[in-house]
């Protein structure tokens, strides 16, 4: 049985994995669309506890379930406090950071990322909401468009649109396209597109 | 455009993170006030009977729009009745709309009422959250979103508890034309479709 049959089971060990494989992507899909790894913290933990009380709509059809794992991370982002207020106690039990020995270079290296993400966001934030929802999933996530259709609701001929939209928009602005990142995974005939 | 490389959750938080979210989910689900009540409420004054209306409010509208600078329409509901007149007024601002309210144990028939209802990251008719002077106050919405050849379809699931009146939104836009409400019974949750 694949892991998407076994987690709209209620398997909770195939959710564990999930946890496992797809943390990593939501954490940094969050903090792209935060500029804090703080709060995209809360957001990866939002994001996994409504997964799960989601787990429901999983078509047992499909590939990775990264593409909706991030699609729900981008309305947690939006939609936090309605979210935070829907697992109000669960937030509140959520282990805080811990005081850790000082790394320093990761320390420095999370405060540049944030720097370096602020400039970014400059930018990004003059797009429109759904151009920078297709623009974080297909650039900075790496998802191909049908992925990022899923994991929006919404077809695949409206993520292209948005997506050079978006890409005008900001080169109108002064700033360059993005060029493509590297991602393992089945992107299709539309890899080239999205470089 | 330059951008961080991904990082991993830092040292211990990605193994208590997930604890966290196994221990969570192994909770049993924690029962809820309706959505239709956390969603929006209306918290009209006292609407103990449609008769005893003109008395008890003192002549306060059983609704209120009012169209904000930005384009935004804030609507306050007060009294179950006169949802005609609201769909009116609402067309007067420019909203392409069709308002139905629906009492508790019913809904709209036939369903869907369009061909083709956009989802609402595509045309998010209800603006939420809300504006923030506007934070329980009612609802808002956004008419230009609505678009050519499409009607805004305002579904309000209205009842009256603890002597106040609670409103429930269903807001989408959907192809023209929009098929008529006729309320039939029904056990589903208000404003299921």
Redesign the interface.
């Known amino acids: 049985m694949d892991i998407r049959t076994r987690i709209r089971d209620g398997d909770?060990a195939a959710?564990?994995e999930l946890?496992?494989e797809c943390?990593?992507?939501v954490?940094?899909h969050a903090?792209?669309l935060t500029a804090n790894w703080s709060t995209a913290?809360d957001v990866?933990?939002l994001t996994?506890?409504e997964a799960?009380r989601l787990r429901g709509r999983i078509d047992p059809d499909g590939g990775s379930l990264r593409p909706w794992l991030l699609g729900i991370a981008t309305n947690v982002t939006r939609?936090m406090?309605?979210a935070a207020r829907r697992?109000d106690?669960?937030l509140a039990?959520?282990?805080r950071?811990?005081s850790?020995p000082d790394f320093a270079d990761?320390v420095a290296?999370?405060i540049?990322?944030a720097e370096?993400?602020a400039a970014?966001r400059a930018?990004y934030g003059r797009l429109r909401r759904?151009e920078q929802?297709v623009f974080a999933l297909c650039v900075?996530a790496g998802l191909g468009y049908a992925q990022a259709a899923e994991a929006?609701?919404?077809p695949v001929g409206?993520v292209k649109s948005r997506l050079s939209r978006a890409r005008k928009k900001?080169a109108a602005a002064g700033?360059?396209?993005?060029t493509g990142r590297q991602v393992v995974g089945d992107r299709g005939p539309d890899k080239e597109e999205i470089r | 455009m330059n951008w961080p490389a991904e990082r991993d959750l830092p040292e211990g938080r990605r193994r208590l993170l997930k604890e966290f979210v196994m221990t969570e989910i192994d909770k049993p689900a924690k029962r809820r006030v309706p959505r239709l009540a956390v969603l929006a409420p209306v918290l009209g004054l006292a609407a103990a009977a449609a008769v005893a209306v003109p008395l008890l409010f003192g002549g306060s509208p059983a609704y209120a729009v009012e169209k904000r600078p930005d384009g935004l329409i804030d609507i306050t509901i007060n009294e179950v009745k006169n949802p005609e007149q609201l769909q009116k007024d609402l067309r007067a601002m420019g909203a392409n709309v069709v308002v139905t309210y629906i009492p508790m144990g019913k809904k709209c028939s036939p369903q869907p009422r369009s061909s083709h209802f956009l989802s609402k990251e595509e045309a998010p008719l209800a603006v939420f959250p809300p504006p923030e002077d506007r934070m329980g106050q009612g609802f808002t919405i956004d008419p230009r979103v609505i678009g050519e050849g499409r009607t805004g379809v305002l579904e309000f699931s209205v009842s009256e508890k603890d002597g106040g009146v609670v409103a429930g939104i269903w807001a989408r836009v959907g192809q023209d034309p929009i098929a008529g409400c006729e309320l039939v019974d029904t056990t589903d949750a208000p404003l299921m479709h």
């Open positions: 909770r959710f564990g946890f496992d943390s990593k992507a954490y940094n903090f792209r913290e990866t933990a996994f506890l799960w939609n406090r309605r697992h106690d669960a039990r959520l282990p950071g811990e850790v990761e290296g999370r540049e990322d370096r993400l970014v930018a759904q929802d900075w929006l609701g919404v409206t900001l700033e360059p396209p993005p």
